[in-house]
């Protein structure tokens, strides 16, 4: 007979068991419920109407997702390794700002209370702990975070090239007090964004203004192409490997039913 510490460690931490399912489900409903009550917590008129009950239900899930902190500690192989995690760390950062209202009291504290009210919002990101695919998207951003990195940096110098080309041309007359605001105009520029708060004169600039326009288009494909790539990758590489019986190959795709290479059914 296993321990209640065991059977809890895998309903809290598997997704095989109906019983470990509906707990995810259940989790699941109440991380969506509580950011909602701290959204709805954030509307002026709602807050005044209702506020009580929203105080009260956002003690509920502070209530509750304390206890499912506490006891993932507790069930945990390594309770410290989770603890230092990246989901024991939201775990904790979705509990944590509601308990610490208690402690400051009202005054000068207001602003600190209102910020640690916005940390409540981090619930959200357990979700990502429950999405299956998860480790997939996890690998596919590690195998490119150089080559992310790389074109982060060239879309840096580039917006500091032509912001500074573009504070050269325009000056202070059309917005460009410096290059620091001219660099924001080129990145607002690039990422097709395009508040228009400030906008080139002249000629030249806005032929500049056009060519980075134009490069934005192109920019914008290259990290999705990244990110895609690798996608593709790790889904392969995480797909059982099935070997055909007729000729012995294993790359497959994952939803073939026959060889490509023999035409044997797999």
Known sequence: MRSLRQRLHDTIFQHDEPAERAFDVVVIVAIMLSVLVVMLDSVAAISARYGRALYAAEWFFTIL????????????????????????????????????????????????????????????????????????????????????????????????????????????????????????????????????????????????????????YGIIAVPTGIVTLELDRASRAQAPRRECPGCGVTRHDADATFCKHCGTEL
């Open 65 to 216: 997702f304390t206890v499912e902190y506490l006891l993932r500690l507790w069930t945990a192989k390594r309770p410290l390794a989770y603890a230092r995690s990246f989901y024991g760390i939201v775990d904790l950062l979705s509990v944590l700002p509601t308990w610490l209202s208690i402690v400051f009291p009202p005054g000068r504290f207001l602003v600190v209370l209102r910020a640690l009210r916005v940390l409540r919002v981090f619930r959200i990101l357990k979700l990502a702990e429950y999405v299956e695919q998860g480790a997939v998207l996890s690998a596919a951003l590690r195998a490119s975070r150089y080559k992310i990195t790389v074109f982060v940096t060239t879309v840096i110098t580039v917006t500091i090239i032509v912001g500074s080309l573009m504070y050269l041309i325009e000056g202070p007359a059309s917005g460009f007090t410096s290059i620091p605001q001219s660099v924001y105009w080129a990145i607002v520029t690039l990422t097709t964004v395009g508040y228009g708060d400030v906008a080139p004169a002249s000629p030249l600039g806005k032929a500049l203004a056009a060519t980075l326009m134009i490069m934005g």
